[in-house]
């Protein structure tokens, strides 16, 4: 039996991953059996709903906060594009008020959640001190090495 090591799976955990996979399933039963002119906005929203849980888990596998945020902003942009998706369709009479309401319900969600989560990494980011490089050496090679400050007089 192999036994798996290392693999970064804390994702599928979060709530905000469990609300935009709920997303993905909610915006696929509402664009099922389109009509051969909503076929493209169909596929477009289906591919968006389906970013934004890709990339909530591709980036937390990543190995950086910054990249991390970047994903995130990534995943955010792709439930602007579903909604602007959903929002067409249902102007253009190609889906009832009421399956744009139960998928905007869970986007809005979703939204919300990736907000607070963009919002409080990027606090976490702004907290952290910038590690010279030397710290960073010392770091890598000895981590149980502390740095005194050089003090001169």
């Known amino acids: 039996m192999i036994r798996s090591r290392n693999i970064k799976r804390g994702f599928e955990k979060l709530r905000v991953l469990n ?3 709920s997303l993905y399933a909610a915006t696929c039963k509402t664009y099922t059996k ?3 002119e909503l076929e493209r906005v169909a596929l477009r929203g289906i591919d968006a709903s389906q970013n934004i849980f890709t990339n909530i888990s591709e980036g937390y596998c990543r190995t950086g906060g910054k990249d991390y945020l970047r994903y ?3 995943a955010l942009a792709s439930a602007a594009e579903l909604h602007s998706c959903l929002s067409s369709s249902l102007k253009g009479g190609h889906i009832t008020k009421t399956q744009f309401k139960a998928v905007d319900q869970i986007l809005h969600r979703t939204e919300s959640q990736l907000v607070q989560l963009i919002e409080s990494l ?3 980011e702004k907290r952290k001190k910038p590690a010279s490089m030397v710290e960073r050496q010392v770091r890598r090679y000895s981590p149980s090495l502390t740095l005194v400050p050089n003090l001169s007089y």
Request: no cysteine.
């Open 72 to 74: 995130l902003n990534i």
């Open 34 to 36: 389109p009509a051969s």
């Open 122 to 124: 990027q606090g976490l």
């Open 19 to 21: 609300d935009a996979v």
